[in-house]
Structure formats: C-alpha cells, structure tokens
C-alpha cells in the first residue's frame, strides 16, 4: 500500500523531496503504532525513501545583497541584515530575547526549543549597531512600521508586536521584498546560507 501511495503522488505530479516528508510522517506514525501496541512490527521498515536530486544551496552576491536591501522597509533592512550577519535561523530570528543579547562581550545566545541546548553567535559591527538600536526602540507592526519607544509589554522579544508577541513568520514578506529587488529564489534560509 505504501509503495502505491508513492507511485500515486508521483504520478500525480508531487516532487520526490513532499513525498519523502509524508513518508517520513507516516514512517513516525507507525513507529509509535507499535510503540503504543497497536501494531506488531512496522512495516515502513521494507519501503525506501525516494531519490532526490539535490540542487546547490541559494546564496546572494554582495550585489543581489545590495539590492535586496535596498529594497526592503527600514524593519525588514534590519531583520535581513541580522539574519545575514549572524546565520540565524528565521525560527531563531523570532525569538530572540533582549535577555539573550550581551552588549558588553558582543554576543547572542541562541536557544534551540527541540534540545534545549543553546550556541553564542559573536555579533559584527552591523550586528552590533542594529541590537543596540532595538534595546529600547521597536518597529510597530500596526503603525505603519513606525519606530516606537519599548515599553513593558515589549521588554521580552527585540522583534515583536504591540502586544510583546513574538513577529509571525517571514517568508511572505522576505519573498515580496526579493520580487521588489528583481531576485528570486529568495527566502529567509538563503540569508542563512549566504551568511555561510
């Protein structure tokens, strides 16, 4: 059944790299069906993933970069100039914390919600220079992007609402500001792997 499941999505039309993520869904859904004793032994072991023909990964030039900026909002400039600056996930980007910014050494403290675990990213100049500008102020997301003095509710996260909720994801906004600029292929994580 699952072998015809893959043949179906691909006939279909579905790319090699959807099916593998449903199939490694179901793969962790039957796993726990025998861990939970509803299954004797998990019969996903017998299927194998597809073939995937990986592409090199999608970085900017200093000239794209350039442009890029350019073309964004004085909030997004600095959203992409720290998530180029410091390989941040977008994920991590979101939620950094005033608490995790340490001005006096020049580095943030990143925490990963899965493990727990946490790295230190040294801050450059830019970096630098954009956290300090957000340590009191922060960018509106009702106000038309108006720069605002932080108050209470905004002391937890450097980007956040009104309210002090952390911002929403950012690939539409990153993805209409690299059309903008004439780019494409252009998300938060190729910032990441411009950064590499």
Sequence with gaps: ???????????????????????????????????????????????KLLKQHKKPPRFLTKEELKKFIEAATPRYKIIIRLLVNTGLRESELRHIKL???????RTLTVHAKKTGDFRVV????????????????FYSTTRGQRVLRRTNE?????????????????TSPITKTAKKAGLKGVSPHTLRHTFG
């Design 154 to 170: 905004q002391s937890t996260y450097i980007f956040c609402d009104e309210k002090g909720e952390p911002i929403k994801k950012l």
């Design 99 to 105: 608490e995790d910014i340490d001005y006096e050494n």
């Design 122 to 137: 040294p801050l450059n100049e830019e970096a630098y220079a954009d956290l300090c500008f957000l340590r009191d102020k």
């Design 1 to 47: 059944d699952i072998e015809k499941y893959k043949n179906k999505r691909l006939l279909d039309g579905v790319k090699a790299r959807t099916v593998n993520i449903e199939l490694r869904c179901l793969s962790n859904m039957l796993r726990k069906a025998v861990e939970w004793n509803h299954l004797i032994d998990n019969p996903f072991l017998k299927v």
